[in-house]
């Protein structure tokens, strides 16, 4: 029987690790620096005895003793947590706007993410268009907002860059003397424009064809091959291809996804933290 217990902190540096496949992201959403938490790791693995990450210079992995102890660090922190929760008093909220642009299919991971840095905080998330949602912001109807960067906005924190393409379905094909079928996002959609402009600086004619409330209802209409979008990879289906270089469309930039917040330290600021870590995971894959 081990008699010295074990330092939480070091077990939730080691949870990090983990779920987020980095130490440079564990330490990111630890709000501390990758030699800290590296640190934590080493004398967790001390304490227990074993080598609990196969690190190397390209990737990332559990040993065989760290993947049997991650459901149990996992359980050590839940409990912790609600025991602290017992005496925590009202739940803490905090109200995120997050761009449809932005939002993808690792949304429900982020949330999960969120909720295992505090079961205590109330989360609240919401999805539009950036433009919206930085209006609801700046009204102060929201405490946090992650975006695509907005014309006439030079605040936020970068949290990553993400590169758009031009997708459609499979076997899709465009007649060269009819005007490119676009599948956009309603207004105001900042992509929307940029695509817009790009295409008419490179005199290329082209018509909206289908107009969705959502990236959703964006990429039915290209897997049901109405047309081509301008989107992140992430958002398409499984089958969607990059038709831009084929079609000699204008290359579409990296555009940088924005965290705008007004939360100070503290328990909010470090769910945020977790979250921004994990969405830098998600956007690279």
Request: charged share 25%; net charge neutral; glycine share 8%.
């Amino acid at each position: 029987m081990m008699e010295r217990p074990l330092d939480l902190d070091a077990i939730r540096a080691f949870v990090h690790i983990a779920e987020l496949d980095s130490f440079t992201r564990a330490a990111e959403a630890m709000q501390t620096t990758q030699a800290a938490v590296s640190l934590k790791l080493k004398r967790l693995e001390i304490r227990l005895g074993c080598r609990l990450v196969e690190r190397t210079p390209r990737y990332v992995q559990l040993s065989a003793q760290g993947a049997t102890f991650l459901d149990h660090a996992r359980e050590l922190l839940e409990v912790h947590d609600r025991a602290l929760g017992v005496f925590a008093g009202a739940r803490q909220r905090l109200t995120i706007g997050i761009s449809d642009h932005v939002a993808g299919p690792e949304l429900p991971a982020l949330i999960a993410r969120m909720n295992a840095q505090d079961p205590q905080l109330l989360i609240e998330i919401r999805i539009g268009s950036s433009g919206d949602l930085l209006q609801s912001f700046d009204r102060r109807e929201l405490d946090t907002v992650i975006v695509r960067l907005h014309a006439g906005r030079s605040d936020g924190e970068i949290i990553t860059e993400e590169k758009l393409g031009w997708f459609a379905a499979p076997g899709w094909q465009h007649r060269a003397d009819e005007p490119l079928p676009l599948a956009t996002l309603a207004e105001p959609c900042g992509v929307r424009v940029m695509a817009g402009r790009l295409l008419d600086a490179a005199s290329i004619r082209w018509t909206e064809i289908f107009v969705g409330g959502g990236v959703a209802a964006v990429a039915a209409a290209v897997m049901a091959g109405l047309g081509v979008a301008a989107l992140a990879p992430r958002m398409l289906p499984l089958g969607a291809v990059e038709v831009g270089r084929r079609l000699g469309l204008p290359d579409l930039p990296r555009l940088p996804v924005l965290l705008h917040s007004r939360v100070g330290n503290g328990r909010p600021r470090e769910a945020l933290a977790a979250l921004s870590a994990a969405f830098r995971a998600a956007v690279r894959g």
